[in-house]
């Protein structure tokens, strides 16, 4: 565990980026070999789209490292927090950290932002991708950023996360994020088995179905289980049926300029549609 502490704990900015990098590159390679889908336009011209969002995602990350790394340090300090509570090894200490970091960081703010009409008009942006893949992870509107950055604040108080376990999650949340958004194919029985731990490709591209109840479903980012523990786990027989956006969207021109797409949450509200055939529910 000390290697593991260590390491993240003074983890510089380079391997970070490399690491983040890396996994993009992996999965695009994936992609490219074993696609669910063939994308209708070419790959490097949906990907320029997303790696901006990624870009300004990273840039609003970056302004407010500094207050992560503040609270951080005065949990520690002070012993602040939930994993405070009791005494245990660093081993626990880090699962317990992790669940409650996905748990409050990434599955109640993903959850609320379709629930949340001010938090929705920016969320949709991530949505609106009618070619789900690896770019589409960080496809996120700077404004939901915000958002994103202060539940994630808000995770790291309530859990008196030290900044290895933080710098631990978020690795492992980008690398999960990537590999579930990721058009890739696997065999339904290893996806079935991998979704019973953490959130597979399959379970996530229900998620960006344009329908709904389907886009209110599968909120997970790391872990599946909060899905199943809160009831908004949902399955489909056959996601290469599954047909990508939002329905207030759909639009492909309007989606691919990248003015259009910052400007959504401040355009006149469309409320979402759903679906109206209930043999889609079989799909």
């Known amino acids: 565990m000390e290697v593991i502490i260590n390491f993240f704990e003074n983890i510089p900015s380079a391997y970070r980026t490399i690491i983040l990098v890396s996994g993009l590159m992996f999965f695009w390679i994936l992609e490219g070999l074993i696609p669910v889908f063939q994308p209708k336009k070419t790959r490097l011209t949906h990907a320029g789209l997303n790696l901006f969002f990624t870009l300004t995602t990273i840039l609003v990350n970056f302004c407010f490292a500094w207050i992560i790394v503040l609270t951080c340090d005065w949990?520690?300090?002070?012993?602040?927090?939930?994993?405070?509570?009791?005494?245990?090894?660093?081993?626990?200490?880090?699962?317990?950290?992790?669940?409650?970091?996905?748990?409050?960081?990434?599955?109640?703010?993903?959850?609320?932002?379709?629930?949340?009409?001010?938090?929705?008009?920016?969320?949709?942006?991530?949505?609106?991708?009618?070619?789900?893949?690896?770019?589409?992870?960080?496809?996120?509107?700077?404004?939901?950023?915000?958002?994103?950055?202060?539940?994630?604040?808000?995770?790291?108080?309530?859990?008196?996360?030290?900044?290895?376990?933080?710098?631990?999650?978020?690795?492992?949340?980008?690398?999960?994020?990537?590999?579930?958004?990721?058009?890739?194919?696997?065999?339904?029985?290893?996806?079935?088995?991998?979704?019973?731990?953490?959130?597979?490709?399959?379970?996530?591209?229900?998620?960006?179905?344009y329908v709904q109840p389907y886009s209110d479903s599968n909120y997970g980012n790391i872990f599946s289980i909060w899905d199943r523990l809160f009831g908004t786990f949902m399955k489909v027989n056959d996601t290469k049926k599954i047909v990508y956006g939002v329905d207030t969207h759909l639009n492909r021109t309007e989606n691919s300029h990248i003015l259009n797409l910052l400007k959504i949450p401040f355009q006149p509200y469309r409320p979402p549609v759903g679906t109206k055939n209930e043999k889609d529910l079989n799909i």
Do not use: C
């Not at 245990?88 to 996905?102: A, T």
């Open 75 to 209: 949990s520690k300090t002070n012993h602040f927090g939930l994993l405070y509570a009791v005494n245990m090894p660093s081993w626990l200490m880090l699962i317990i950290g992790v669940l409650l970091l996905d748990l409050i960081g990434a599955y109640l703010i993903h959850f609320l932002e379709h629930k949340i009409r001010i938090m929705w008009v920016f969320h949709l942006i991530h949505h609106t991708d009618t070619e789900v893949d690896v770019t589409t992870a960080n496809r996120h509107h700077p404004g939901e950023s915000v958002f994103r950055f202060v539940f994630t604040f808000l995770a790291v108080l309530i859990t008196g996360s030290p900044i290895w376990i933080f710098m631990f999650y978020q690795t492992i949340s980008a690398a999960l994020s990537q590999f579930n958004h990721a058009n890739i194919h696997l065999p339904k029985k290893i996806d079935t088995l991998i979704s019973w731990i953490i959130v597979s490709p399959d379970m996530h591209k229900v998620h960006h179905h």
